[in-house]
Every structure is written in structure tokens, then in C-alpha cells.
């Protein structure tokens, strides 16, 4: 869970997931009100996530799988993405450019 670098506190599962989806801008903490925002490393690693997500499509069409298993597999590789979310958010006083 990401820990605000203002008072050091650590967000809940909760929290963090709210604030991961406003990965571009400032995320206000929750226990300080201070502008928190992810760093460089934990944006590419959300946007690692997102990829894996789609990873079956490419399996499905070489190896010809019944759309059932495919989206089977998207959803179950979306359930691990939403659950690595707040795992993966770490937090930074200031804004740093991704590469």
C-alpha cells in the first residue's frame, strides 16, 4: 500500500485504489491533505498491468480459442490487475516525468 510522503502514513486498500485512477494528476491524501503523486516507476508499472490484460488476444488468435476461454482469461487476468493496483501505487511529493 502506497505511504504518503507528507505524514508518512499508509493508505488503505481502499483509498489507493480510488486515487490510482487519477494517475496523471495529484492525489490528495486522505489523513494529511497534501498533493501526493505516483512516481515514474509505478506509472509504468499500471501501465504493464493494463497490458497484461490483453495478453490472450494475440493466444486466441494464433492458437484459435473459443471466444469463452478467451474472455474467461481476460477477466480472470483483469480480477489479479484490480486486486495489484494498490500494491503497486507509490507515491511521490512531486511530479516526475515518465522516461
Excluded at 485512477?21 to 516507476?41: E, L, N, V
Excluded at 508499472?45 to 493494463?50: E, G
Aim: glycine letters at 4%; one cysteine or more.
Amino acid at each position: 500500500m502506497p505511504i504518503c510522503k507528507s505524514c508518512g502514513r499508509r493508505w488503505t486498500h481502499k483509498q489507493s485504489f480510488k486515487a490510482s485512477w487519477k494517475i496523471r494528476g495529484s492525489m490528495r491524501c486522505p489523513h494529511c491533505g497534501s498533493d501526493q503523486y505516483a512516481t515514474a516507476k509505478s506509472r509504468q508499472r499500471l501501465t504493464l498491468l493494463n497490458w497484461i490484460i490483453l495478453l490472450p488476444l494475440p493466444f486466441a488468435a494464433i492458437f484459435d480459442l473459443p471466444m469463452v476461454y478467451t474472455t474467461g482469461m481476460i477477466l480472470v487476468l483483469f480480477a489479479v490487475a484490480m486486486s495489484l493496483i494498490p500494491k503497486s501505487l507509490e507515491l511521490s511529493n512531486e511530479h516526475e516525468p515518465i522516461w
